[in-house]
């Protein structure tokens, strides 16, 4: 008997079935079109801001989207390189024919996973208990845990202008009825929309007006396991343009045009306030004279261009003038038009910390279908919905991460906590301790995690604990190694405009500087170590004091997640707590007090009468 159902092929899908199968749970991936699997319907990229954080953790948890964007993508670099190693995140511009092949060709070597094509339109549920799916010919698939990644595919609407089309991404048939029967089971259902722009034929466009942007000139990965795939000088460009004053002027004089602005007056899904169509920028962001988008190339097999940046649901005739009013786009041909997408998705808060939802036990939701943007956002919580599943099976606790531990912490913990209005998009200032949730410790914070829950292998947990090793061997060479201030270094210190120390120090105190690095120390002194341990020991020495005070507000953090909330508790008895507090305590119904606190309505008074309502009745945070 299948134990495992997943319901959807995209990012979260497959993290969930791989982790699933890998753990040894029979498990069958449900998806509707296997030329979908993994597949990327908008921006063609992983990784960037804090995103490219979230795919090293998934790499270190055991998941599988580094190694695939390791082995496919067309270029690669470290966004934010000039900044602090808090905000520094890899992007890869991913390729849209050979990621899904390879992710494909991954999934179907795993013996206890089997894939097939087929949709989902309700749940077998007895004493709200999940028991397996039914397909929409009615045939019935038993299971004893379902996992729900279904995407934008809930009660898809393509929009363009006044046009609205019942359909996914690729013109696909949506899941008609899901989301009905999601909704009569007793969850809350939104909706939401996203969008994406032109796809245009790379040899109508004149790059010689645009700026090229070229990957990093030194190798990077996404993967803890893996060594580069490809060579530096093979990776292809993406190129910047921008909007001009014709453009906004060709937006403004059509808005009425827009889906969203007027040309349909049926539209209910709130738009990503991060990520908002060229329509939005123009009248929220009216004082400027021009916005950025990058000309990113989507596979090495066919010419189609992607316009980031330029999301719109236009009327085709006014896209083409939007178009051809960009530099090095006046003869450009649009090979795909830009449109919304308006679908279906359960609201948050009825998930617990494990993604199982407190509506139907054994029921499992992951992706967009959370209410999240993004295929990293998605795959980290396939991940975690699949290790969960499976040890829910295996009759041990679920994997929680912490806001200290991991942005996939931060992200979980925000949307069952504080819900979403729109969809949600990870970003560096979401997380309190991101001092601490680099992209180059994440194998250090998380691997354990993936070993102790059976996705890290022996292996490759002795790497880490070599690599932790080589760390505190250099960090005590830096102590012992000293520098005696000589003519001739002192000489380079006043060459780079430094102050010249007035006495010998020790490369521990010198790296204490923040405008002293290794290479500089490396023209006296080798560092007989690898580039890799050098980065981790600059970064702790550099910033020793401010990880050394992340680390004590995080015990802050532990000590409050430690009281915790009886799940029972009845909110009505509690006297002298706001209304707005208790409505929100009910609905989110928080495990401990540190997460009663992130709840949003909840102010500090009403956590006091908590906090003494527990003492009193329970005994409890004494």
């Given at each position: 008997?299948?134990?495992?159902?997943?319901?959807?092929?995209?990012?979260?899908?497959?993290?969930?079935?791989?982790?699933?199968?890998?753990?040894?749970?029979?498990?069958?991936?449900?998806?509707?079109?296997?030329?979908?699997?993994?597949?990327?319907?908008?921006?063609?990229?992983?990784?960037?801001?804090?995103?490219?954080?979230?795919?090293?953790?998934?790499?270190?948890?055991?998941?599988?989207?580094?190694?695939?964007?390791?082995?496919?993508?067309?270029?690669?670099?470290?966004?934010?390189?000039?900044?602090?190693?808090?905000?520094?995140?890899?992007?890869?511009q991913g390729d849209k024919v050979t990621y899904p092949q390879e992710m494909l060709k991954t999934l179907e070597s795993l013996e206890n996973l089997?894939?097939?094509?087929?949709?989902?339109?309700?749940?077998?549920?007895?004493?709200?208990?999940?028991?397996?799916?039914?397909?929409?010919?009615?045939?019935?698939?038993?299971?004893?845990?379902?996992?729900?990644?279904?995407?934008?595919?809930?009660?898809?609407?393509?929009?363009?202008?006044?046009?609205?089309?019942?359909?996914?991404?690729?013109?696909?048939?949506?899941?008609?009825?899901?989301?009905?029967?999601?909704?009569?089971?007793?969850?809350?259902?939104?909706?939401?929309?996203?969008?994406?722009?032109?796809?245009?034929?790379?040899?109508?466009?004149?790059?010689?007006?645009?700026?090229?942007?070229?990957?990093?000139?030194?190798?990077?990965?996404?993967?803890?396991?893996?060594?580069?795939?490809?060579?530096?000088?093979?990776?292809?460009?993406?190129?910047?343009?921008?909007?001009?004053?014709?453009?906004?002027?060709?937006?403004?004089?059509?808005?009425?045009?827009?889906?969203?602005?007027?040309?349909?007056?049926?539209?209910?899904?709130?738009?990503?306030?991060?990520?908002?169509?060229?329509?939005?920028?123009?009248?929220?962001?009216?004082?400027?004279?021009?916005?950025?988008?990058?000309?990113?190339?989507?596979?090495?097999?066919y010419d189609d261009m992607y316009l980031q940046g330029f999301s719109t649901s236009m009327p085709p005739e006014v896209q083409e003038l939007m178009?051809?009013?960009?530099?090095?786009?006046?003869?450009?041909?649009?090979?795909?038009?830009?449109?919304?997408?308006?679908?279906?998705?359960?609201?948050?808060?009825?998930?617990?910390?494990?993604?199982?939802?407190?509506?139907?036990?054994?029921?499992?939701?992951?992706?967009?279908?959370?209410?999240?943007?993004?295929?990293?956002?998605?795959?980290?919580?396939?991940?975690?919905?699949?290790?969960?599943?499976?040890?829910?099976?295996?009759?041990?606790?679920?994997?929680?991460?912490?806001?200290?531990?991991?942005?996939?912490?931060?992200?979980?913990?925000?949307?069952?906590?504080?819900?979403?209005?729109?969809?949600?998009?990870?970003?560096?200032?979401?997380?309190?301790?991101?001092?601490?949730?680099?992209?180059?410790?994440?194998?250090?914070?998380?691997?354990?995690?993936?070993?102790?829950?059976?996705?890290?292998?022996?292996?490759?947990?002795?790497?880490?604990?070599?690599?932790?090793?080589?760390?505190?061997s250099c960090l005590e060479w830096c102590i012992e190694q000293k520098l005696k201030i000589t003519k001739e270094i002192a000489e380079k210190f006043?060459?780079?405009?430094?102050?010249?120390?007035?006495?010998?120090?020790?490369?521990?105190?010198?790296?204490?500087?923040?405008?002293?690095?290794?290479?500089?120390?490396?023209?006296?002194?080798?560092?007989?170590?690898?580039?890799?341990?050098?980065?981790?020991?600059?970064?702790?020495?550099?910033?020793?004091?401010?990880?050394?005070?992340?680390?004590?507000?995080?015990?802050?953090?532990?000590?409050?997640?430690?009281?915790?909330?009886?799940?029972?508790?009845?909110?009505?008895?509690?006297?002298?707590?706001?209304?707005?507090?208790?409505?929100?305590?009910?609905?989110?119904?928080?495990?401990?007090?540190?997460?009663?606190?992130?709840?949003?309505?909840?102010?500090?008074?009403?956590?006091?009468?908590?906090?003494?309502?527990?003492?009193?009745?329970?005994?409890?945070?004494?």
């Amino acid at each position: 008997m299948v134990e495992i159902i997943v319901v959807g092929g995209g990012h979260a899908g497959c993290e969930a079935a791989y982790a699933c199968a890998r753990k040894g749970h029979k498990t069958l991936l449900i998806t509707s079109n296997l030329k979908n699997i993994a597949d990327m319907p908008c921006n063609p990229h992983i990784g960037g801001s804090a995103k490219g954080i979230v795919v090293r953790e998934i790499d270190a948890l055991g998941g599988i989207m580094g190694k695939i964007a390791d082995k496919t993508h067309l270029q690669i670099k470290m966004l934010n390189s000039a900044k602090g190693p808090a905000v520094q995140s890899l992007r890869a511009q991913g390729d849209k024919v050979t990621y899904p092949q390879e992710m494909l060709k991954t999934l179907e070597s795993l013996e206890n996973l089997e894939i097939k094509e087929a949709m989902v339109e309700d749940l077998i549920v007895k004493n709200n208990k999940v028991e397996g799916v039914i397909l929409d010919n009615n045939k019935k698939n038993e299971s004893k845990i379902v996992i729900l990644t279904t995407g934008t595919y809930l009660k898809a609407d393509i929009l363009v202008g006044s046009t609205r089309t019942r359909q996914g991404p690729h013109g696909e048939k949506p899941s008609l009825h899901l989301s009905d029967k999601l909704k009569e089971y007793g969850f809350k259902i939104i909706r939401l929309k996203t969008g994406t722009p032109q796809r245009i034929d790379k040899n109508t466009i004149d790059f010689s007006k645009t700026r090229e942007e070229p990957g990093d000139n030194k190798y990077l990965t996404f993967s803890f396991d893996l060594e580069p795939q490809y060579k530096i000088e093979d990776q292809v460009p993406c190129h910047l343009t921008y909007t001009t004053e014709e453009t906004h002027r060709i937006i403004r004089e059509n808005l009425n045009k827009s889906s969203m602005y007027g040309a349909l007056d049926d539209i209910e899904g709130i738009g990503p306030r991060y990520c908002p169509s060229i329509e939005d920028k123009v009248v929220r962001f009216s004082d400027k004279e021009r916005h950025q988008l990058f000309i990113e190339p989507e596979s090495r097999y066919y010419d189609d261009m992607y316009l980031q940046g330029f999301s719109t649901s236009m009327p085709p005739e006014v896209q083409e003038l939007m178009v051809h009013s960009l530099p090095g786009f006046e003869h450009a041909k649009i090979l795909k038009y830009g449109y919304a997408i308006e679908y279906d998705a359960i609201y948050p808060t009825q998930l617990k910390a494990s993604l199982e939802t407190k509506v139907l036990e054994n029921l499992y939701t992951a992706g967009q279908i959370n209410g999240t943007s993004g295929y990293e956002e998605a795959a980290c919580q396939g991940l975690m919905a699949g290790i969960n599943a499976s040890l829910k099976l295996e009759g041990k606790e679920p994997l929680v991460l912490k806001r200290n531990e991991a942005y996939i912490g931060v992200l979980i913990d925000d949307l069952i906590t504080k819900g979403i209005r729109d969809p949600y998009r990870l970003l560096t200032s979401r997380a309190e301790f991101r001092l601490l949730l680099r992209s180059d410790n994440a194998d250090q914070r998380l691997r354990r995690h993936g070993y102790e829950v059976g996705l890290i292998d022996e292996e490759q947990i002795n790497r880490l604990n070599q690599k932790e090793k080589e760390i505190n061997s250099c960090l005590e060479w830096c102590i012992e190694q000293k520098l005696k201030i000589t003519k001739e270094i002192a000489e380079k210190f006043i060459e780079r405009n430094f102050i010249v120390p007035n006495a010998t120090l020790t490369f521990e105190q010198l790296l204490s500087r923040p405008e002293i690095n290794i290479e500089f120390l490396e023209q006296f002194q080798e560092f007989p170590f690898d580039d890799e341990i050098k980065e981790q020991v600059e970064i702790f020495l550099k910033y020793r004091g401010y990880i050394e005070k992340s680390y004590k507000e995080a015990e802050k953090l532990l000590k409050l997640e430690k009281k915790q909330i009886p799940e029972g508790i009845d909110y009505d008895k509690i006297k002298n707590i706001a209304s707005e507090a208790r409505q929100k305590l009910k609905e989110v119904r928080p495990t401990t007090i540190a997460q009663a606190i992130r709840i949003s309505g909840v102010n500090p008074s009403d956590i006091s009468i908590l906090s003494v309502y527990l003492k009193k009745e329970y005994g409890k945070n004494e």
